[in-house]
């Protein structure tokens, strides 16, 4: 949550708060006499200020100024792309430490019927070759367990910068200025 106190009418205020957020490519969801939310941003973004995220702006009357306080939520389609992300990361590297293992096995003497089966689908039962499967399947696991730990980590950055944008429109209305 930001806020700011600026020298304007709680009116010129949101008109002013409407145009920057225009200007900088946002679109307008909802208006009300006190209160602005706009959208901004794409599903697939990469930083803060460019993933999709709705942000509402709510002015009211401040001593001699406007009092502007913003709240910014990530859109559900941003979040919903992001878990599926994540989900099928975890999925494939569940998926493939199981088949990793049971072709390691395999190559043992004491695989399954579905590590045979990969190996027939690859066109190679030799247990030495299926030792190598295995490690190129066990790095395959290591790269999606790591794209997941990373997902998370980058939503929880998302997460504790979403008022960044809000920021920046906040910076450009005029300040109220020190009262003596």
Request: net charge neutral; charged share 20%; with cysteine.
């Amino acid at each position: 949550m930001k806020e700011k106190i600026v020298a304007l009418s709680p009116e010129e205020t949101l008109s002013q708060i409407k145009n920057i957020a225009l200007s900088k490519d946002c679109s307008i969801i909802n208006e009300e006499p006190s209160k602005v939310v706009v959208r901004h941003g794409v599903v697939f973004g990469y930083s803060p200020t460019t993933i999709s995220k709705l942000i509402s702006f709510q002015v009211a009357y401040h001593n001699s100024g406007t009092r502007i306080t913003s709240d910014t939520s990530l859109a559900i389609s941003q979040m919903v792309v992001q878990i599926l992300g994540i989900a099928l990361l975890s999925i494939f590297a569940v998926f493939g430490w199981w088949l990793a293992t049971d072709v390691r096995a395999y190559a043992e003497g004491l695989g399954s019927d579905l590590a045979r089966s990969f190996l027939e689908l690859v066109r190679n039962t030799d247990p030495h070759q299926a030792i190598k499967i295995a490690g190129t399947i066990e790095i395959i696991v290591y790269v999606c367990g790591i794209g997941a730990v990373l997902s998370v980590l980058e939503e929880i950055y998302y997460y504790l910068k979403r008022d960044t944008f809000a920021g920046r429109i906040l910076r450009l209305l005029p300040t109220l200025p020190p009262q003596k």
